[in-house]
């Protein structure tokens, strides 16, 4: 994992903006949710930001997401899945809506960051999609979607976030719990992930802990170096 | 500031009031794995340690011979940047003190930078890990530390957010000047003290 630093002055975060829901739908266990910031800030596809709350005492809970909508996008998107008990995910899932304010800061994180141009694979597993799915929307900007190839593997195709914008993109999915077409319901095999890691000069596991492990064990299966793969895990943290 | 119509939260257990630096969350009997890069799997007999950079004698322990010198063990509370934190939890292994006493550190060293094995490094000023504030540990409630923890061997500095106890530790470097690791050249706080909150590059 030896990197240089990125190229230019790293974007630091900035102070919290209010952020104001414009809109917000709901699919089962995830709420797609967009927000306007007051004050907003250029993110790289892949970063994530912080939501805080704060209740009318003061109180306040803050959680990281992973930001879906492309740099450049006027509003910024996230896709929040519903934690049990959760109490930041909770309030999102089962009580946001529009017009309602929350707190942001961002962008966060500098590692786990596509710029467009690298070719690249992502393995990516429940809502461990959505910073891909910002990779994706900025390639579609650049016109360079066929230098990030995508493995999604979710159990239903229907419990996949944004499913129909990663099948558009050509993204390989393999679903666990259900049969799709010829496919038998699946973990990916080494030999349908193979062609897609031909070449790429970087690789980015997304998902549950327990999801990375594997996303990096596969990779290592399809002759993928460790030293070029970017890891981001999330897990319940409440 | 504005508040978020309609979200009240959950209130944190009396008994834990005071222990959750600002913004933190209480994860209970969970810990989350937060990691950067592929995980290593390292055997016991491939894991050593090397104190070097600007001491009189480099020194490398084995992982047996880390376990050969007085244990020590933290009890207390990890705060991670993400905002959990897990409070009354239990680490063994040796004090860096010891480590440092064998290495012997020159008078003009002020840094440290620990590495892993995965080529991650985190950068701390040498008052921060001195004083019985900062371990290499292997033992966390009793069992090995487990790989996705950063068993077998880890850097532990407790009172700093948890990016900065760095999994798979195989090299302690004395420095003159601060060099920035990994997440600090990536946009976080160069120092990492949860009680003010230095979580990224900027804040106080």
């Given at each position: 994992m030896p990197d240089a630093p990125l190229a230019g002055t790293p974007e630091i975060p900035g102070a919290w903006t209010t952020g104001t829901l414009v809109d917000v739908r709901r699919d089962g266990r995830l709420a797609y949710l967009r927000l306007a910031l007051e004050t907003p800030f250029t993110h790289a596809a892949g970063q994530h930001c912080v939501v805080r709350l704060r209740a009318e005492d003061g109180y306040t809970a803050q959680r990281s997401y992973s930001i879906a909508s492309a740099p450049g996008d006027d509003h910024l998107e996230l896709c929040v899945e519903v934690m049990p008990d959760g109490e930041v995910s909770g309030h999102l899932h089962d009580e946001a809506r529009v017009g309602d304010t929350v707190e942001v800061r961002g962008p966060i994180g500098r590692w786990f960051t596509w710029g467009g141009r690298t070719p690249s694979i992502a393995v990516v597993g429940g809502t461990g999609v959505v910073p891909v799915v910002s990779m994706l929307r900025h390639a579609r900007t650049l016109g360079t979607g066929e230098r990030l190839r995508v493995v999604a593997v979710t159990r239903t195709l229907a419990e996949l976030p944004y499913?129909?914008?990663?099948?558009?993109?050509?993204?390989?999915?393999?679903?666990?719990?259900?049969?799709?077409?010829?496919?038998?319901?699946?973990?990916?095999?080494?030999?349908?992930?193979?062609?897609?890691?031909?070449?790429?000069?970087?690789?980015?596991?997304?998902?549950?802990?327990?999801?990375?492990?594997?996303?990096?064990?596969?990779?290592?299966?399809?002759?993928?170096?460790?030293?070029?793969?970017?890891?981001?895990?999330?897990?319940?943290?409440? | 500031?504005?508040?978020?119509?309609?979200?009240?939260?959950?209130?944190?257990?009396?008994?834990?009031?005071?222990?959750?630096?600002?913004?933190?969350?209480?994860?209970?009997?969970?810990?989350?794995?937060?990691?950067?890069?592929?995980?290593?799997?390292?055997?016991?007999?491939?894991?050593?340690?090397?104190?070097?950079?600007?001491?009189?004698?480099?020194?490398?322990?084995?992982?047996?011979?880390l376990q050969a010198l007085p244990h020590s063990t933290y009890a207390g509370d990890i705060h991670c940047v993400t905002s959990w934190s897990k409070l009354g939890t239990r680490f063994t292994g040796v004090s860096l003190d010891l480590l440092l006493e064998a290495a012997g550190p020159l008078e003009r060293a002020a840094y440290v930078v620990a590495e892993s094995v995965t080529g991650y490094t985190t950068n701390l000023p040498l008052e921060h890990v001195t004083g019985g504030r900062a371990w290499v540990v292997w033992d966390h409630e009793g069992r090995p530390l487990p790989p996705e923890h950063g068993g077998p061997l880890r850097l532990l500095v407790p009172h700093l957010y948890f990016w900065k106890s760095a999994k798979w530790v195989s090299r302690i470097e004395l420095t003159e000047v601060d060099r920035p690791g990994f997440w600090e050249r990536y946009g976080y706080h160069d120092l990492g003290d949860p009680w003010t909150e230095q979580r990224y590059v900027g804040d106080a």
């Open positions: 499913a129909d914008e990663l099948l558009a993109h050509g993204a390989f999915v393999a679903t666990t719990r259900e049969n799709r077409g010829d496919r038998v319901a699946a973990t990916p095999y080494p030999d349908e992930v193979a062609p897609l890691a031909a070449g790429v000069e970087r690789a980015y596991v997304c998902g549950s802990p327990g999801f990375a492990s594997y996303g990096v064990r596969l990779l290592g299966e399809v002759g993928v170096r460790k030293d070029i793969i970017r890891v981001e895990q999330f897990g319940p943290t409440g | 500031m504005p508040v978020t119509r309609g979200f009240t939260g959950r209130r944190r257990p009396v008994s834990r009031e005071g222990r959750l630096p600002p913004g933190q969350h209480d994860v209970g009997d969970g810990w989350p794995v937060l990691t950067a890069e592929a995980e290593p799997h390292l055997r016991d007999d491939q894991v050593s340690l090397t104190v070097g950079g600007l001491v009189t004698s480099t020194t490398t322990w084995s992982l047996a011979d």
